[in-house]
Structure formats: C-alpha cells, structure tokens
C-alpha cells in the first residue's frame, strides 16, 4: 500500500486552481510516494485552440503573476503524450496569455490527465495543479474529457500539409502552495503542426469555462511534439 504525503507534503503540492483541478483527499491518496524528477523528455500529440481573454480569464491569474503586465487571451489544448518518464498518458490543459512588454508568459488554472505519476510530477515539478479524468478519442480528431460535474470536447477539422517548425519552447509561471511565484522555460521545440478549426463545447463551472476557449475556434494540430521540460525555478515578483 502506497503511503498518504505527510500534510508537509500536501502544502508543497497543494498548487491554487479552479475546482475541477483541485487537490482532492481521493487524489491524494491515489498519489505515489515520490514524484519522477524534471527534467522530462516529452513526445506527443496535440491539437491546440486559441481564444480573446476576458474578465474572467484576467481574475484567474494571481497578481503576483499579472502585476506588470496584461491578459491577451487563452489557450486550450488536448495533448497525448506518448513518451515521457512516467509512460505514456492523455491530458488537456486550460492556459492563460499574460504580455509583459514584448514578452508573454502562461499562466495554467486547470491541467488534468490520466496519469496519477504525472498528477505528483506536474505539481512537484512545475507546480502545475494537475488533477485526474477521464478522455476518450483521439486529439486529431474528436477527444473528450470528463470530470465530478464537467466536460470538455473538442472536434477537430485539420486541413493542409503538415508543416516542419523547430524553435523555442513556451515560458510558464505558477504559485506554489505557499504563494511563491516560479518559473518553467520549455526547452527546443520541434513539431510537425497543420492548421485547423476546433469545436469546443465546455460543460463546467464559470472558472472553467473563463479559462477553456469554447465554440468555433482557430488551432494546430500537432502531428509530432518533442521538447523537454527542465524544473521550476522561483522568481522575484
């Protein structure tokens, strides 16, 4: 039997989010005893939508993380890993743009996967506040997550040939339990991505659907996705 995180534990893991994310004493318990170490090498597939930010969305990023800066819209993504340290596992992340100058960082309120390892890794490692679900389909095409009281679905429509593109990775900043900002730097990307409309329909409470872009949205597929992903460091907000 895996032992329950000490309540030190909890706080270290206990990352802020909206409800459908949250740290529950059930995930708790389904979680391992250690988490797998960053870095991770990572390869998957995705298929990634793009919506406008709005009041909802700029209320979920901690002012520690807006301060300086300004919301600029939403990201959500279906992503299937299929090579990471913890196997291979199936997840959708809800992401919100904040530009500070001519840089822009995200900001992640919801994350959930399939995977209890990358539930203890995501929030260990990059706080990220990863619950669990369960998904059905396929993210280049039809895929679905489900939670306690919420759903997000995603249509896909790709068109065009898939196209090469190798640069660098995205820059995420969270809190962790005790309200201290830190930071991950995604490293090199390389994917093969082709454009796409995305039909999202969100089932869930208003936190979900501020952060989730939903009707008829602009996307990538990602045909292949590779990066790696280095720890969180804490920064000086």
Not at 200 to 216: A, F, K, M, Q, Y
Request: proline share 9%; with cysteine.
């Amino acid at each position: 039997m895996t032992p329950t995180p000490t309540p030190t534990d909890r706080e270290r893991i206990a990352i802020p989010s909206i409800p459908e994310s949250a740290l529950t004493d059930e995930l708790l318990a389904a979680l391992p005893e250690e988490p797998a170490p960053a870095p991770w090498e990572l390869r998957a597939r995705s298929v990634m939508w793009w919506g406008r930010s709005g009041r909802g969305a700029r209320d979920l990023v901690p002012p520690a993380i807006r301060r300086g800066g300004r919301t600029v819209g939403r990201v959500g993504a279906f992503i299937r890993y299929e090579s990471t340290p913890v196997g291979s596992y199936d997840e959708i992340i809800g992401a919100i743009a904040v530009r500070r100058g001519r840089g822009v960082v995200g900001h992640v309120p919801f994350i959930v996967v399939d995977s209890a390892p990358s539930v203890l890794g995501g929030r260990s490692n990059w706080l990220l506040p990863k619950g669990l679900a369960e998904f059905h389909g396929d993210p280049g095409a039809d895929m679905t997550a489900r939670g306690d009281g919420w759903q997000v679905r995603a249509r896909v429509r790709a068109f065009g040939p898939a196209l090469p593109w190798s640069g660098a990775g995205a820059m995420l900043e969270q809190l962790d339990g005790f309200g201290a900002v830190h930071r991950t730097r995604m490293g090199r990307v390389r994917m093969r991505m082709r454009p796409a409309i995305v039909r999202v329909e969100v089932h869930g409470g208003d936190e979900l659907r501020s952060t989730v872009p939903d009707g008829r949205c602009v996307g990538v597929v990602l045909e292949r996705f590779e990066t790696t992903l280095g720890p969180a460091v804490p920064v000086d907000r």
